[in-house]
């Protein structure tokens, strides 16, 4: 295809309606139907990426194979895409002005006035085009952060503006609102949509296509109504009613024909009606499952729906694989003491110690993972729950009761996790940690090899401190035994204990490389153990 085309997706009304859910399901039925596609965010926040927000700000923060520290959407895309981001795939603000102060301090206006329009509003529109003109991708489609009316997003919606005319009939945007039910009333109320509909118009742009976010099916009469008051065809109106699972909703796209009306918009042939079977396939499984899976959640943020996202869709989409329900139990590591661990974790079928940051919920992760190491249950540590694992053997079984990582006690006798020597002069805390892809070699024998079905994998890391090899040689004669290694630095990346069923630690985060059609080995592997203790306990 000659020309790339260039989707919008704006939100209206209220946040967190599924803008980057609605992106990623329109670019799965696209590439269904044999379009090469790119997914990208636009945040209006300030920072330069979301790696130094707190979780309570901005939930988890996704890594891409280069290194970025992205939104959370972006996972959405590669669990529905299978395809990997990278920087390119999400902008802030704070990147584009960035970008721009640079270019002025360089002297590359030649001295003319810098403005928001044009430079910044340039700087966003080259970031937009980037994707295509490298890659020659034939859809880049591109969600814009934050809603309609905000004032953080005026800039890329004039960009946006701007682009509606410089590209014609090769650009599209599609607007997502919210259609309230007042059961009051007993009726949905179109009102927020329209005034939405007319914020955009204002800033000068007309959407192609609305998508109407509602916990109620809508009658036929309210999407003529939405189309008359929005300007837009009767076969632009698309509806998203709330579904047991966000993977159903491409099909719910494409049951009303979404991606047909997208092809028509830009010229270009429907073609046949793609089958997407794989995704049926995992659906299916999913609704024909019986039996339940019970996994323990173990963190210090698990009071928040996206903290742990990436880990959460892994579970889930190896419990599907597995023909199970997911049962996830989410438990505050904070709360996790000695006299309430069996109450806690006694019935579960398998354990996962979360990652994160700092000193907070360390203690109770230790008690938890003491707990499972003595009671054979399944446990898998990802990046700090790997951690853990290392400092609660050498307290309870190299009898070190002070071993520690330096991020919680810098002066600690047993630094059995230290920062890397690298990071000691490191100041900014901003893109400075280990971060993207790196080469594993696992050890001949170990469950992890057998997991993974071979000995040299790639997997995503984001940490700063790491396992001390000066430790390694006394863990492994106690029974820890380091299962992987990067193959440049030696630096241990995995750890496991044989003399346990299955209790796996990883430096690394396995839940950055799992989708829907490709699930990650790891978690397949952790979750048919857990399957199998629940089928022996019987």
Known sequence: MADTKYIFVTGGVVS?????????SLGKLLQARGFNVALQKFDPYINIDPGTLNPYEHGECYVTEDGHEADLDLGHYERFLNAPTSRANNITTGRIYQNVIRKERKGEYLGKTVQVVPHITDEIKRNVKLLGQKQQYDFVITEIGGTVGDIESLPFLESVRQLKW???????????????????????KTKPTQHSVKQLQEVGIQPDILVLRTEHKLQPEILKKVALFCNVSPDSVVQSVDVPTIYEVPLVLQSQHMDETVLRKVGL?????PEMRQWHDFLEMKHSATETVTIALVGKYVELQDAYKSIDESLLQAAIYNRKKLNLISIHSEKVTDDNVTSLLGEVDGIVIAPGFGARGVEGKLVALKYARENNIPTLGICLGMQCMVIEYARNVLGYADANTTEIEPKTEHKVIDLMDEQKTVTDMGGSMRLGAYDCTLRKGSKLAAAYGREQIRERHRHRFEFNSRYREELEKAGMLCVGENPDTGLVEAVEVPGCRWYVGVQFHPEYNSTVVNPNPLFMAFMGEAIKTKNESK
């Open 16 to 24: 967190s309606l599924g803008k980057g859910i609605v992106a990623a």
């Open 166 to 188: 410089e590209l014609g009939q090769n650009c599209l945007c599609v607007h997502l609102t919210y259609v309230p039910y007042i059961a009051a009333a007993g009726e949905v």
């Open 269 to 273: 042939k429907l073609g046949p009606v």
